[in-house]
């Protein structure tokens, strides 16, 4: 218990992914959601440089890296999107953005 | 002739067998002729369909020429152009190779009809007398090959036949699950001893028919159809007589079973007429039951359909064909009791006889040809190619002329009382088939082929006489409405005299000779015990008595008894023109004639007719052995009989013919039973045909095909429907919906990869 | 008691604790501010994790980039969209809903389990205590030292062998000095005395017998110790620069400078794209 070792990172990556994934499917406002993606790419990270530590491999440390840059340019775009959809539609309900059922 | 001349015709006419396929090939292109040139001419066709078979016709004309200028200049192969699309090149090897084989006389044949038919289309109009000169000409030209071939026939060796394998048709061959059976059933065609006569009888009395119809079919609007389907018939009933395996045989036996259809319901727009179409197709349908139960029976047991094939091998399995049991019976009386089904329905007799009096609807020549001369006697000439199955079952012999002579009485009673001139010989027919089959089930076949050939003869004499009064009277066809008429119809009274005579058995006429033959060979044949050979004989001779009396009946009504026609028909009755007397004297003189082909021995003759067919027979039992006298004293009495009924009948309607009224009251029940023909038709309708219509609408139409073939069409639908109302509510729209899959596929993925691996 | 771990232990307990509280927190309140505050909680206690990683340079960089950009960018939105509270209320969760939080934990749980499952090796070259026993022990018999006793020969010869196969690796290969006449080697005769060395170490059963292999026998009993040494040392060296700027700097711009600079198009095309998307149009509302 004391001795910290890869599973526990893992162990916290995972539950932090799950946290995530529950707000995904579970919160109707997009802002939030999108919230919780980060999480949900945060609990990865951790993971990546967790096995970078045990591993001793810079290279989880560079996805890392990468996986923030992705994250940023999601986050913007993402949130840009909702912004148009906003001032269509005057909502960021998910539940009322349903133009794609038949 | 000298022996070389025999050996020369011999060896020509079996090199050249290929002419046996001329006989029905040229009535099948008379129809076609003129089917088609039916079809295409006339108003409602576009002009282009004509022109482009007409130009199709044209093409494949030259073709033919072509491919026979280079048979004979000695071309062997021609080499086709390979750009060609393989497929035509299949094509047009196959069809130099036929026309390689094809024998000049085929060539010039069907030039000849393609002209014709080009000709027609072209000029969109069908005269009368091409339509005619084809029809006659192609059956007249039938006739011409048979008799070519039966003189060639004769100097034959006995037992030797012509044959010809046109194509072959079905050849299915033994592998896993048909236990060794190889269906083999070629188109062959045979041309022995009985064929030949049959084919003299269908060609000769047919295109005196064919004659007579173009006069009375003259005013018709329906000729040229009339024509094809009389051609189609002939050319059936040829294949029938012809075959040389029973497929072949099955064959023309259907086939002229829908000629008839097609021909007694020709005037089709009244209902009645056409019903009584119906009625003969599909009572000549039940029978054919019994014919095919025969077929597959003949098949499993000696595993080929070839005539000759099933005699040798009926002669090799004789304990097989006595003695295997079938439903209890043996496997010789099986077969000839189903074959005999098929007969009865083709040649009417009870119970299966219903249709021929209501085929009286057709034109009078269709009842002359067909249900006089030639389609009911294919049952007949049936049991006669099969004889040597039947040879082996004197059960099923037994039942033939049973049910032969008391057919033969039953129906002429019924001709006591018809008041329809075509009625009365309907029922007449009916009553010599009987006689004829009477002859076949106690082993006479030759008397009873000979009885077909004579009744041929004289009935279809009757028939087209009878169809000249009418004629003559504008339609008239009652009887009761006729009368006088000797004066009126000179040469139609004078050949309706003569058939008349021959049909009542009077000396020397045609039907006295073969009447009497049957007579005799049923008293005196050893297939069955005695008791049974006096019934027959005695029925028989009734049912001769019997036919004496209606014919003479009908005789006085129409011509010899004061006029009882209305005033209109009476002014206008006029004799036939040439197309039709004609016929009715060629004919005349071949009831008078007749006999004199089979004039028996006991009279000093030669009996030529029965020693010709005698091949074709398989030794039956030895008759039994009587004293000259009986045999004479026999003869006199079936003499005696019918002159003494032909008088007593004479008399009363010269003299008392108001007492036939009386008679009549006097009779009462047995009266209206035979004018109600013993009410058969209504028995079967009541026993059979409702039970049938109740059972096809209320079960089959109201619970099988509405609840459940349409329940289960439309519950596809529906439940399709339905399932897709539950799986489109996947379909959200919303995103949230989607990722949650996304989520649950990765579960599944997830388990899948650490929990079941 | 190892004290050090003892602390370790502490700190990560608490940063994960922290993390998940707030990452509950980040998904479970209704205001989405207080959610983006949330939010930027999680990223800082991630961000001591990292630095219990080892990951300095990580963690500096979730702090500027998420936590100071990304973050803020979400305030912005949440605040220009200006949405009423009451339209952000949780209604009661629906079937969907139910089945979406299951779905989540088991994803969890399998994943966890996995993780959990993960050991590490008895001997392990990237425990930098063992390392640096090995590269004290290797000196010592290169002194002329020997083992009497077998105690723990096998895991030394392991931890050759370990080392030996790590040097592979080009982040050890940039830390390797080749000590005196192995230095002269080319790089394919190099790869082959490794392989060699460290496929005959599992005959012997002492690191004392090593010696040098058929085709290098012009070098030393010496060499050879000096070589594991050497390797021992890259490999503390990696460990001590282990997430350190100028590491990850250094590979960031040598191996993988072409993600880097894909990294960098993906910016520039996702500033392009911002820009279009949020243009506000002429004559239209805003919000």
């Known amino acids: 218990m004391m001795e910290i070792n890869l599973g526990h990172f893992l162990a916290l990556s995972a539950v932090l992914f799950g946290i995530g994934m529950a707000g995904v499917l579970t919160r109707r406002n997009a802002i939030v959601i999108f919230m919780s993606i980060e999480v949900m790419l945060n609990a990865a990270n951790l993971a990546f440089a967790a096995f970078a530590f045990f591993r001793w491999n810079l290279t989880g440390h560079v996805f890392v890296f990468m996986v923030m840059v992705v994250a940023a340019c999601e986050v913007a775009v993402g949130l840009a999107i909702i912004l148009t959809i906003f001032r269509n539609r005057a909502t960021v309900n998910v539940d009322e953005l349903d133009l794609l059922k038949w | ?757 | 008691m190892d004290w050090g771990q003892y602390t370790y232990a502490i700190a990560f307990y608490a940063a994960a604790a922290l993390a998940v509280a707030s990452a509950a927190m980040v998904v479970w309140h209704r205001n989405p501010v207080i959610n983006a505050l949330y939010l930027v909680l999680t990223l800082f206690a991630l961000a001591v994790v990292f630095v219990l990683l080892h990951a300095h340079f990580l963690a500096a960089v979730q702090v500027l980039v998420y936590a100071g950009a990304a973050l803020v960018l979400f305030l912005l939105i949440v605040m220009l969209l200006n949405l009423d509270e009451q339209s952000l209320k949780i209604v009661k969760p629906g079937l969907s809903q139910a089945a979406g939080v299951a779905a989540v934990f088991a994803v969890t749980l399998l994943i966890a389990a996995v993780g959990g499952g993960l050991k590490t090796t008895h001997v392990n070259e990237s425990d930098p205590v063992q390392v640096e026993n090995f590269v004290t022990y290797v000196n010592k018999v290169r002194s002329g030292y020997r083992e009497t006793t077998g105690a723990n020969r096998g895991e030394v010869l392991a931890m050759a062998q370990l080392l030996l196969e790590a040097l592979d690796d080009p982040q050890m290969k940039s830390n390797f000095t080749a000590p005196g006449k192995i230095a002269t080697l080319p790089e394919s005769r190099f790869n082959d005395l490794r392989k060699t060395l460290e496929t005959s170490a599992s005959e012997l059963h002492g690191i004392e017998e090593i010696g040098p292999p058929a085709d290098f026998q012009d070098f030393s009993r010496e060499d050879m110790l000096d070589l594991l040494a050497a390797a021992g040392e890259a490999r503390l060296k990696q460990m001590r620069e282990f997430g350190t700027t100028a590491a990850v700097g250094r590979l960031l711009f040598s191996r993988y400078i072409l993600p880097f600079e894909a990294a960098s198009f993906l910016l520039l095309a996702a500033i392009i794209g911002v820009l279009v998307l949020a243009r506000r149009k002429p004559g239209e509302a805003g919000s």
């Open chain 2, 1 to 757: 002739m000298g022996h070389e001349a025999i050996q020369h015709a011999v060896q020509f006419y079996a090199e050249h067998n290929d002419l046996l396929i001329l006989v029905p090939l040229l009535p099948l292109l008379g129809f076609l002729t003129n089917g088609l040139g039916w079809v295409f001419t006339g108003s409602s066709m576009p002009k282009y369909y004509r022109i482009i078979f007409a130009v199709l016709l044209l093409a494949s004309m030259v073709m033919l020429i072509l491919l026979l200028a280079l048979k004979h200049l000695g071309v062997a192969t021609v080499d086709i152009p390979e750009f060609l699309p393989s497929i035509l090149i299949l094509f047009l090897k196959y069809l130099f190779q036929a026309a390689l084989a094809l024998s000049d006389s085929y060539a010039l044949i069907f030039i000849l009809f393609i002209a014709i038919l080009a000709r027609v289309l072209i000029a969109n109009n069908l005269p009368r007398w091409l339509v005619n000169v084809v029809a006659v000409g192609s059956v007249a030209g039938s006739f011409a090959i048979s008799v070519e071939l039966f003189l060639a026939l004769r100097y034959f060796p006995e037992g030797a036949y012509l044959s010809q394998r046109v194509f072959t048709w079905i050849a299915v061959i033994p592998g896993a699950g048909l236990k060794e059976i190889a269906l083999r059933a070629p188109l062959s065609l045979t041309f022995d001893r009985l064929s030949a006569v049959m084919c003299l009888v269908v060609t000769g009395v047919g295109g005196v028919i064919h004659l007579y119809s173009t006069g009375y079919m003259a005013h018709d609007q329906g000729f040229a159809r009339y024509f094809a389907y009389l051609n189609l018939f002939t050319f059936a009933m040829l294949l029938l007589v012809m075959g040389g395996n029973i497929l072949v045989m099955f064959v023309g036996w259907e086939g002229v079973g829908l000629c008839s259809y097609l021909l007694i319901g020709f005037w089709y727009e009244d209902m009645e007429k056409s019903a009584a179409g119906k009625k003969a197709f599909i009572v000549n349908r039940i029978g054919d039951f019994g014919f095919l139960v025969g077929i597959f029976t003949l098949l499993w047991a000696t595993h080929t359909l070839d005539f000759y094939g099933m005699r040798a091998w009926a002669a090799n399995h004789v304990e097989l064909l006595t003695g295997g049991k079938l439903l209890g019976i043996s496997l010789a009386t099986f077969i000839g009791l189903s074959l005999f089904v098929g007969a009865t329905g083709k040649s009417a007799q009870i119970p299966l006889h219903v249709w021929l009096p209501d085929a009286m609807a057709g034109p009078t020549p269709v009842s002359a040809l067909i249900h006089a001369a030639t389609m009911v006697t294919a049952g007949v000439y049936m049991i006669g190619r099969m004889n040597f199955i039947y040879a082996h079952s004197p059960t099923a012999l037994m039942v033939v002329a049973a049910v032969g002579v008391g057919t033969a009485l039953f129906s002429a009673t019924i001709g006591f009382t018809q008041n329809d001139i075509k009625k009365v010989l309907a029922y007449s027919t009916v009553s010599q088939l009987g006689f004829m089959f009477a002859a076949m089930g106690v082993g006479a076949y030759a008397a009873g082929i000979f009885h077909l050939t004579t009744h041929s003869f004289f009935k279809a004499l009757l028939f087209l006489g009878a169809g000249s009064v009418i004629h003559g009277l504008s339609g008239e066809q009652d009887m009761r409405k006729m009368g006088g008429l000797a004066g009126k119809l000179p040469i139609t009274f004078a050949t309706m005299a003569m058939a008349w005579l021959a049909i009542s058995g009077i000396p020397p006429f045609a039907g006295f000779v073969s009447k009497d033959e049957i007579l005799w060979k049923a008293f005196s044949n050893g297939i069955h015990p005695h008791w049974f050979n006096l019934a027959v004989y005695g029925v028989g001779l009734v049912a001769a008595v019997c036919t004496a009396i209606y014919m003479t009946r009908l005789m006085m009504m129409t011509f010899l008894t004061p006029s009882r026609m209305d005033h209109h028909a009476a002014e206008h009755a006029h004799e036939s023109p040439w197309t039709m007397w004609v016929p009715l004297a060629a004919l005349a003189a071949l009831s008078v004639a007749g006999g004199l082909l089979n004039w028996p021995h006991l009279l000093g003759g030669g009996a030529s007719f029965e020693h010709w067919l005698e091949p074709m027979w398989v030794e039956g039992a030895a008759p039994v052995h009587y004293a000259e006298s009986v045999e004479i004293g026999l003869m006199l009495l079936s003499v005696a009989v019918a002159l003494a009924a032909i008088a007593s009948i004479y008399v009363l309607y010269k003299s008392h013919m108001a007492k036939t009224g009386d008679i009549a009251e006097g009779l009462g029940p047995l009266y209206r039973a035979s004018l109600n023909k013993y009410w058969v038709d209504e028995i079967y309708d009541s026993l059979v045909i409702e039970p049938i219509k109740s059972l096809s609408y209320f079960l089959l139409f109201r619970i099988v095909d509405v609840n459940i073939v349409d329940g289960i069409a439309n519950g596809l639908g529906t439940f399709t429907k339905d399932l897709a109302e539950v799986g489109k509510r996947v379909q959200t729209g919303r995103a949230p919906t989607y990722a949650l899959f996304i989520v649950l596929g990765l579960l599944a993925l997830l388990a899948y990869y650490y929990g079941f691996r």
